[in-house]
């Protein structure tokens, strides 16, 4: 079954902490996506990726870097943490074109506090 | 650049009653794919729709939306609103030759018994 799983599933760091967050899907799909969601402002595209090696900045890429080594993983990296970027974090794979159409499916969420 | 307008904040409705929430889109690509996704309390967005067929009605779990190119359009239907559909509905764009997938900002669904 397509699954889509991320790690840590709760967070809390320090500011100016580096903080590393996982995703991880074992669905062969070559799209993969970090949003952030918070109240008011719905699900925000931070980077995203078209395959291994790739990486694309999403519409607030600021202070967040990305990182594609595989087909199956896609890290998020806050290299200085602050306070503005507590909120709760989605993966999501999927939304190859092609015979599949698969629609991308989400994670479970992190939920990350910068105090 | 890409954008989806989801012009609703909050939808409040009496049960047994329908239910239609907005989606506009805007992409310079020709193809795009429409999403609706659903997002219950403490849980993930979970597909409801998809679509990229021009003109061609979608349907799932009672709900149904029809892609409209020629407006851009991709609104979210229901005859019927239940307890249950209570949630963060999303409307979802994917475009690009590298499939950029933005969302709307959201629209709350309050039924009401």
């Known amino acids: 079954e397509a699954a889509v799983t991320q790690s840590p599933r709760n967070k809390v760091a320090v500011t100016g902490g580096k903080v590393t967050l996982s995703c991880n899907q074992t669905n062969n799909h070559n799209n993969m996506y970090w949003y952030r969601q918070d109240t008011g402002h719905g699900l925000r595209l931070i980077h995203y990726s078209y395959g291994a090696g790739s990486t694309e900045k999403g519409d607030i890429p600021d202070g967040y870097k990305a990182s594609r080594p595989s087909q199956e993983n896609f890290s998020l990296i806050l290299e200085l943490a602050t306070p503005s970027q507590t909120s709760v974090y989605f993966c999501a794979s999927g939304g190859d074109r092609g015979e599949n159409n698969q629609a991308p499916l989400f994670g479970e969420g992190t939920r990350l506090s910068v105090l | ?113």
């Open chain 2, 1 to 113: 650049g890409d954008s989806v307008t989801q012009t609703e904040g909050l939808v409040t409705l009496t049960e047994g009653l329908p239910v239609m929430l907005n989606c506009t889109y805007q992409t310079i690509y020709s193809n795009p794919f429409l999403f609706w996704y659903v997002q219950h309390l403490n849980e993930s967005p979970r597909l409801l729709l998809k679509s990229f067929t021009d003109n061609k009605r979608t349907e799932h779990q009672g709900f149904h939306a029809t892609l409209h190119k020629s407006s851009s359009s991709f609104h979210l239907q229901k005859s019927s609103a239940q307890l249950s559909d209570s949630a963060l509905y999303y409307c979802a764009l994917l475009s690009g030759s590298f499939n950029k997938l933005t969302f709307g900002a959201g629209t709350r669904l309050a039924v009401c018994p």
